[in-house]
């Protein structure tokens, strides 16, 4: 193995730092909140023993994939843009019940901060879909105060995603409905969120999962959210995630998704993707797409 495919392996198993890069004259910056270890097999369900006996650079000591948690941090002409807020300042234990293992969070702002900027510098806070990895902060407060960090902010949500709302309150997230609903602003496919930011919906993880489109610099980004959890479904667009809402649907997207990020001047994000967030879609000796993780 070379140095760099060493390297890169060792990315695709290990939680994130702050990642930044430019598109033109934008800025866009991971900053992390912190990680969940998922169990392979239980996360995604169609492979085998056999798949991940052949893959161990997705697998950290333990056997878990590692999905970082996080947020994106998109800044234009001195406008601050968040995609997503992390879990929260929380941890809870694996749980047997759910393919999901140990996860933490508390760590975005502090990660904010190393990035030079300040909650209030966020004018608004565009969510993929309302899980709780990626709704951190939303009621918790910022440590000494009493309100949450982006409360002065509008909470972007996709129109079906937020219409399904009430199914979050039977599920036990009435505190983060309540917490969201005064703040909400839905946001329809297509729409302009932030200079050079467009929404798109691409249900199939939820029922109105949305993704970022990013453009400056004449590149584009694509923040996929949950559309793809590990790089290894690059490669496998079939495997969909336990938790998966619609997993035909969503074998459906990434199939074009991986297409998609394979074209010229186009960058993927993957939130959950260990510490190899920023990458574009290449083709390896067999011919199989392949996440390339960009270079720091």
Partial sequence: MSTIAADHAERLRRPAGIRSLRLGDTRVTYLPDGAVLLPPRGWLPDTTEE?????????????????????????????????????????????????????????????????????????????????????????????????????????????????????????GMAGTVAALAPRVRTVADGEEVFPGVRVRITAGHTAGHAEYVITGGGQRLIAFGDSLHSPIQVGHPEWSAAVDHDPARSAGHRRALAAELEEPGTIGFGIHFADAQFGRVRRDGGGARVWAPLAD
């Fill in 51 to 171: 798949v991940w006996a052949a893959h161990p650079e997705y697998l950290d000591a333990t056997g878990h994939l590692v999905a970082s948690i996080g947020g994106l941090l998109v800044e234009y002409g001195g406008r601050a843009l968040l995609i997503d807020s992390g879990f929260g300042p929380r941890s809870l234990p694996a749980d047997p019940q759910t393919p999901r293992g140990p996860i933490h969070g508390g760590a975005l702002l502090d990660s904010l901060a190393r990035a030079g900027r300040r909650p209030e510098d966020v004018e608004a806070v565009a969510f993929t879909h309302l899980h709780p990895d990626h709704l951190g902060w939303v009621e918790d407060p910022s440590p000494g105060t009493d309100r949450p960090p982006f409360a002065h902010a509008a909470h972007l949500v996709s129109e079906p995603e937020w219409a399904g709302h009430a199914g979050l309150t039977a599920g």
